[in-house]
């Protein structure tokens, strides 16, 4: 079952977020396997991060990858865990 997940990253910059987002493209096989779709807006304090994943087991997977990465490059921990909510229904346009 699809699930959404939201992250609030406050301290966390763009130039942050692009840093790991490079790091993250440049690792070997799909480190986004099963993300379905992915967005980064500003907000006053920082980044939110809104991701639709086909299953709850992908976006684990990915936090197992990604994670190590940012604490790598010493990224503000923000304490807070995203929230996630499985998906009653989604659609992509023009498919």
Do not use: N
Not at 46 to 51: P, Q, R
Not at 52 to 79: N, R
Request: proline share 6%; glycine share 8%.
């Amino acid at each position: 079952m699809a699930i959404f997940m939201k992250a609030s990253l406050p301290g966390m910059t763009t130039e942050q977020y692009d840093a790991l987002d490079a790091e993250l493209q440049s690792l070997p096989g799909d480190t986004f396997a099963g993300c379905l779709s992915h967005v980064c807006v500003t907000t006053d304090s920082g980044i939110e991060v809104y991701d639709l994943w086909e299953s709850q087991e992908a976006m684990d997977k990915f936090g197992a990858v990604m994670m190590p990465v940012a604490e790598k490059q010493g990224l503000p921990a923000t304490g807070e865990r995203p929230t996630v909510q499985q998906v009653h229904r989604y659609w992509l346009p023009g498919s």
